[in-house]
């Protein structure tokens, strides 16, 4: 295999771990797929003020938010093109299902949409260094909340 689908594989297999680990709530595992200064926007997700930098301030505001839901992450079709010898670009096709803990008010969300992302090799491997999910539709309770249904 070539050096270069040797690294497309391992960022794959990075994208898994983030899923895999986001939805068994291994913060630490989690926490790990990112580089320390990551850039993270959930914009289209979360609405503004949801951009973040560093892997310890996305996690501190990500936690909260999920450490009670169950959570089913699927990520489909990723398109990942090296851009240098130590860095590459991906999009991801997504899919989630959240149960929020009764009392939220939240019910069940789910979403669809993709992550924009770019990856950086360290001394330790591949990271995702910028995350951008990019949401197309979510529904709370199967009602429409993005985008608008007034602007549908």
Known sequence: M???????????????????TLDQKDWEGYRAVFTDDVFVDTTDDTGPGSEMAGGDAY???LIPILADAIT??????????MTGPDTAHG???ME???WFPPGTGLGRMWGTGWYEEEYRREADGWRIARLRLRRR???????QVFPSPASS
Do not use: N, P
């Open 96 to 98: 989630d299902h959240i």
């Open 137 to 143: 539709r979510v529904e709370l309770d199967g009602a």
């Open 72 to 81: 089913v992450h699927h990520g489909h079709m990723g398109e990942v093109v």
């Open 59 to 61: 996690l501190e505001w």
């Open 91 to 93: 999009i991801w096709s």
């Open 2 to 20: 070539s050096d270069e689908l040797a690294d497309i594989e391992a960022i794959r297999r990075l994208k898994a771990r983030y899923f895999r």
